[in-house]
């Protein structure tokens, strides 16, 4: 999102979807900017790139669709470049201060070719979402 890369745990997405059209619901809380289509369910989503103070220039196309209990979202992304198997390891706490941890939604990091990514905690965005309203 907005050139930063984050990692999600598999285990709460549910697919990535190319959106085709976003359809804005008025009223709808900040962050959620429309809702889409997806084989004939009401998918909501999100833009988090201004919880996280990142560039909201470029047109995000795709959606990871996280799961939370019965409820699911799009979260919007620029791309999922991949998807890897990680050792425990190489999982951290988010250092304090500035950077990834000033993220919302991020307490954990991990270490990719030399860089820290922070880990999106998606129970805690698809808890903070599902009671906005």
Known sequence: MGGEL?????QNVRE???VESITPVPGMPSGLVGVTNLRGSVIPLLDLRPMFALN?????????????????????VDTVPEIRTLSKDQFLP?????GEAAFP?????VKLEDRLRGVLETSAVLSHFEGAG
């Open 6 to 10: 984050f990692t999600i745990d598999l």
């Open 105 to 109: 939604f991020v307490s954990t990091v």
């Open 56 to 76: 909201a220039d470029a047109t995000l196309q795709h959606a990871v669709v996280l799961k939370h209990g019965n409820w699911q979202v799009g979260v919007l």
């Open 94 to 98: 988010a250092p304090t201060g500035t």
């Open 16 to 18: 990535v979807f190319l």
